[in-house]
C-alpha cells in the first residue's frame, strides 16, 4: 500500500481530474470531457447543460445541443435505474451491467413465467429499431404482445412501476420531441444499438471492468463500496473487476484507515486551479460516491447532505464549489425573458462572494442561452422554512 492520504489529498487529487484544464468549447472538447469524466446524471434535462458550462466554460446552448442531436452523446436509463447523459460506447457498458438486476425487476415487475426477461428486452428493442417510438406506444406495444405470450395473471403491465421497467430500459436511448435538450421531458425513444452501432450485449464482467476504470478515472480516489454503489452493483462483482485490472490499480490508506482506490497514473492533485463553479442537480462531486457512506462528506460536512437532498422526489440542488468546498446551493428564478440566480449558503461553510459567483453567470448564461437579470444571496431559512 503506497502513502497515506489526508482529507485535502483525498479532494484535491478527485477534482484535479473533475475540473481539467479546459481545452476548448466545441462538440469534440464536449465528447472529451463525456470520455473521460463518463456518465453524467441528468434526469433534470438542464444538468447536461450546466455540467458541460461548469467544465468547459464558454460553451454554448447550441454546442451541447448539437452533441445531442448527431447522438455523439446519448441519454437513457442506466447506471441505477436512473437517467444519464454520456458516450454512446459508455451507454452500451452500463446498459450490460444494468441489464443485469434488470433482467430480474423484469421478471418480478411483470409477474413473468412463460416469458424470459431476455425476450422482452428483445422485443422492445425490435419495436424501437426503425425509427423513433413514443414512449405510450411503446409500453402499449409490449403489453400487447405479453397479454398474447404470456400466461394468464402473468406479462401484465398494470402499474406505473411495471411502464417504466419498460421505457426505462437501459438499451434504449431517449430524446424530447424538439431541440429543446435542456428543458423539454423525453417522449422519444429507440433502440441504442440501432441508433449508434455499438452492441450493448458485451459481457456484463467485461463491461463492469472498463466502468471501474471509468469510475476511478473520474471520482477516485474511491472505496469498493463507492464503486459499487455508482454502478448500481454487487461488491463481489466489482470486486473481481477491480482484481482484473491488475496494475493499473493501486491502493492507499486514507482517512479513518480506509483503503481507498485509484489508477496509478491518476493525477496526483497539483493541477486542481481552485476558483467558484456553479455545479448542477445531481453533479458527480455529490453522486460519486456511496450515497450512506461518509465519502459523501468529501466536499462538504455529512450533515448538509439533508439539505443538498431531496428525499421525497430523488433531486438534489445545483450547488457551489468554491476552492474544494461545497459551499451554498444555487438557483434559478424565471424572470420573464431573463432569470435570477439566488445563492443559498449552507451551514458551517463559508458563503461564497457575490463577485465570484457573477464572475460564473456568464458560462450559464452561454449555455442556457439566457441573460441573467439579477444576482442574490438569500438566507436560508427562504428555502427550508
Not at 452500451?92 to 438486476?101: E, L
Not at 456511496?290 to 462528506?297: F, H
Request: charge should be negative; proline fraction near 7%; avoid cysteine.
Amino acid at each position: 500500500m503506497s502513502k497515506r492520504l489526508t482529507p485535502d489529498d483525498v479532494a484535491l487529487r478527485t477534482l484535479d481530474r473533475q475540473f481539467p484544464s479546459p481545452t476548448g468549447t466545441a462538440v469534440a472538447d464536449l465528447v472529451a470531457l463525456y470520455e473521460a469524466l463518463g456518465p453524467v446524471q441528468t434526469q433534470v434535462p438542464r444538468a447536461a447543460f450546466l455540467f458541460a458550462a461548469s467544465r468547459l466554460p464558454g460553451i454554448t446552448h447550441e454546442t451541447v445541443v448539437e452533441a445531442f442531436d448527431t447522438y455523439a452523446l446519448v441519454k437513457g436509463t442506466t447506471l441505477r435505474g436512473t437517467v444519464h447523459s454520456s458516450v454512446p460506447q459508455h451507454h452500451a457498458w452500463a446498459s450490460a451491467v444494468t441489464s443485469v438486476w434488470l433482467d430480474k425487476a423484469l421478471a418480478r415487475g411483470l409477474s413473468l413465467d412463460a416469458v424470459a426477461p431476455e425476450e422482452v428486452r428483445a422485443r422492445t428493442a425490435a419495436y424501437a429499431t426503425d425509427e423513433w417510438r413514443e414512449r405510450d406506444d411503446l409500453v402499449a406495444h409490449v403489453a400487447a404482445w405479453l397479454a398474447d405470450a404470456e400466461k394468464p395473471g402473468h406479462g401484465t403491465v398494470a402499474d406505473s412501476y411495471a411502464r417504466n421497467l419498460l421505457r426505462g430500459a437501459p438499451w434504449l436511448v431517449r430524446r424530447p420531441p424538439d431541440r429543446r435538450w435542456h428543458t423539454r421531458t423525453d417522449t422519444l425513444y429507440r433502440s441504442s444499438a440501432a441508433l449508434t452501432g455499438i452492441d450493448a450485449s458485451v459481457p456484463p464482467e467485461v463491461a463492469r471492468r472498463e466502468l471501474v476504470r471509468v469510475h476511478l478515472g473520474a471520482y477516485g480516489p474511491a472505496t469498493r463500496r463507492d464503486v459499487a454503489w455508482w454502478l448500481g452493483d454487487k461488491l463481489r462483482p466489482v470486486d473481481a473487476a477491480i482484481a482484473a485490472l491488475g496494475d493499473e490499480v493501486v491502493q492507499y490508506e486514507g482517512p479513518d484507515g480506509q483503503t481507498y482506490l485509484d489508477l496509478a497514473d491518476a493525477p496526483d492533485g497539483s493541477g486542481f486551479a481552485a476558483g467558484l463553479r456553479l455545479l448542477p442537480e445531481f453533479d458527480g462531486v455529490m453522486l460519486g460516491y456511496e450515497g450512506t457512506g461518509p465519502e459523501r462528506a468529501r466536499f462538504t460536512a455529512l450533515e448538509n447532505q439533508q439539505h443538498l437532498f431531496n428525499k421525497v422526489n430523488g433531486t438534489t440542488a445545483p450547488v457551489v464549489l468554491d476552492g474544494t468546498r461545497l459551499v451554498a446551493q444555487w438557483r434559478i428564478v424565471p424572470r420573464g425573458t431573463r432569470v435570477d440566480v439566488e445563492v443559498i449558503p449552507l451551514p458551517g461553510e463559508k458563503a461564497p462572494a457575490e463577485d465570484a459567483v457573477a464572475a460564473a453567470l456568464p458560462a450559464v448564461e452561454a449555455v442556457l442561452a439566457t441573460e441573467v437579470a439579477d444576482l442574490r444571496t438569500v438566507a436560508r431559512v427562504t428555502l427550508d422554512g
